[in-house]
């Protein structure tokens, strides 16, 4: 784990945002759409869903999630040309205990 890139990834608004998204994706994105194309949330939300929702350029989406996931928030799954971002729970829960044990 590396602190310093989980504090840049953070001190973003809107990275953020995704983070808590994320973490209901149910309550944030349409899962009929997801269900149609035979995936589920366990795998992730699609960038371009992030994007919409967002309202930003996919391309600054995925500065944004990419940077994320350098920093050990998220995890991602590429199904066929698209790529699914997922929290890193594990990352963020050790991220949490060494918040609380360092500062």
Request: glycine share 8%; net charge neutral; hydrophobic share 35%.
């Amino acid at each position: 784990m590396e602190p310093e890139l989980i504090y840049k990834a953070l001190a973003n608004a809107t990275r953020r945002q995704i983070l808590q998204w994320l973490k209901t994706p149910g309550e944030h994105f349409d899962e009929r759409e997801y269900q149609l194309r035979g995936l589920e949330f366990s795998s992730g939300v699609c960038v371009s869903d992030i994007g919409s929702k967002a309202g930003l350029a996919q391309s600054v989406v995925s500065s944004y999630l990419q940077g994320m996931q350098r920093a050990g928030l998220l995890e991602s799954e590429r199904i066929g040309k698209w790529t699914y971002y997922r929290r890193n729970e594990n990352a963020i829960r050790d991220f949490v205990d060494f918040v609380s044990t360092e500062l």
